[in-house]
């Protein structure tokens, strides 16, 4: 990736609506981005160019053919994302408007930017260190209003504090340590128990924080849920009550759902992803046989199961079938339609003993209501094994950060262990340095242009 800052980029910065739009941006960001806002832009009347001051007018290329009625902001450096000067043009939304908009930028002399280019300038400039900048594309990113929050904690900085401050203990003991090798003899001897205390710590916040990965990694990508079961048992009305709104087609005939039904939902600030698959059966039907086969694949893949089982037919050999396709999947069992049963309970094999049971009535409203409840609570427990939720999550580690964690974990634990076994001082400072080198690598302190494309790229172009 390019990061030359002599460079003046330029790239769309809205969703680009195929047929229309209510409001299309294109952002200019460089040394060169008044200049190409000058020639472009034509104000009414003579209005001063001052900084952080919104411009009505026309926007024409260079031949003075006009494109559109717009506004214009110009932003000075460094008050702007980029801490560069950024000019963005607000024009019609529409893909022809918005495309013409950013073609007169190019041939005015801009480049394209690459995907994240203008948050990789913002990063390089310390407008925003690496947690800052991976938390943005996040946000944009985002399937339910707990991801956002989540996100636009670390906007805010609140997982960087805590890194900067684990880093900084690091390099206070590593300061202790080298300082004691050049100078023991002015010095003293070093009081080993409380270097050791203080490692602890550092590995049990460490700890702390690698602990939310498993759960943020949940809320942003959100978690998929695969309803199977025989034919006929409830499925595609567990959905459509679930969702609330009919999106699965509901029959007495069995083999009516031929394909995976899917139906996005937020429950306790968490994304789910809900797949109605097909009846699982042996069928010589093969249009309902690709389905059934289909819906295997769904139940493998999926981060939960929910296999629903009919309470007036109890636990067949069907079932036994389905079950024998997802054992080793984290499972809920679902006993359905337990209002046409003469009792609620279906004795189930010892081999599931132990998976969660939920009984479930979908024919009367409020029975229906109680039912979804008790389902979501249940999905939810499984999924975060019962310690946390989205609502009682503060900040949330991504994998790349996880990594470093570990490493940093790892040296730390290393320095422990170096130090109980009463080796020389100099060993310490080899993990000491490859923990804060690992610490440096979440925030950006220590980092290479490697890494920054690998980050990057996963960007938008735009931001």
């Not at 980029?82 to 041939?107: K, N, P, S, W, Y």
């Not at 009535?361 to 975060?384: D, N």
Request: aromatic share 4%; net charge negative.
């Amino acid at each position: 990736m390019s990061a030359n800052p002599s460079d003046t980029i330029a790239a769309i910065a809205t969703a680009a609506v195929p047929a229309r739009g209510s409001v299309g941006i294109v952002r200019v960001s460089g040394p060169e981005a008044l200049d190409l806002a000058k020639v472009l832009f034509h104000p009414a009347g003579k209005p001063a160019w001052d900084s952080h001051r919104i411009l009505y007018g026309s926007l024409r290329d260079a031949a003075g053919n006009e494109i559109d009625e717009a506004l214009l902001l110009w932003m000075q450096a460094p008050r702007s994302y980029t801490r560069e000067d950024v000019v963005e043009f607000h024009c019609h939304g529409g893909i022809m408007v918005v495309q013409a908009a950013l073609q007169a930028c190019l041939q005015q002399g801009a480049r394209l930017a690459e995907p994240g280019e203008f948050t990789l300038r913002a990063f390089l400039n310390g407008r925003i260190d690496l947690t800052q900048a991976e938390s943005i594309s996040q946000l944009v990113g985002s399937q339910s209003e707990q991801a956002a929050q989540l996100a636009l904690a670390g906007v805010r900085g609140k997982l960087a504090q805590p890194i900067r401050e684990l880093r900084s203990r690091c390099l206070d003991v590593l300061a202790t340590v080298e300082a004691q090798i050049d100078f023991e003899d002015d010095l003293g001897p070093l009081d080993e128990s409380e270097v050791q205390k203080t490692l602890e710590e550092i590995c049990d916040r460490v700890a702390a924080i690698l602990a939310t990965a498993e759960r943020g990694e949940l809320l942003r990508r959100g978690l998929k849920v695969a309803i199977v079961g025989q034919p006929n048992v409830g499925k595609s009305s567990l959905l459509n009550a679930w969702s609330g709104i009919d999106r699965a087609i509901v029959t007495d005939l069995p083999g009516t759902t031929r394909d995976v039904v899917e139906s996005q939902l937020v429950v306790e600030g968490m994304p789910v992803q809900v797949l109605d698959t097909a009846g699982i059966r042996e069928t010589g039907d093969r249009v309902e046989s690709l389905g059934i086969e289909r819906s295997r694949q769904v139940a493998q893949s999926a981060d939960l199961v929910i296999l629903v089982v009919a309470a007036p037919l109890g636990w067949t050999a069907g079932d036994e079938a389905i079950y024998a396709t997802v054992a080793g999947r984290p499972l809920l069992i679902a006993i359905n339609k337990t209002d046409l049963a003469p009792s609620e309970s279906v004795e189930l094999p010892e081999a599931i003993a132990t998976c969660p049971v939920i009984s479930t009535q979908l024919q009367a409203s409020e029975p229906a209501a109680q039912s979804i409840r008790a389902l979501e609570r249940a999905v939810i427990h499984i999924a975060t094994q019962g310690k946390v939720t989205a609502s009682n999550l503060d900040v949330a580690i991504n994998d790349r950060q996880k990594a470093a964690l570990l490493r940093a974990q790892a040296s730390l634990r290393q320095v422990i262990q170096t130090l109980s076994d009463a080796l020389p001082l100099d060993f310490w400072t080899i993990d000491l340095r490859d923990a804060v080198r690992a610490l440096g690598e979440i925030t950006g302190e220590t980092v290479t242009e490697s890494m920054l494309d690998r980050i990057f790229s996963q960007f938008c172009i735009g931001k």
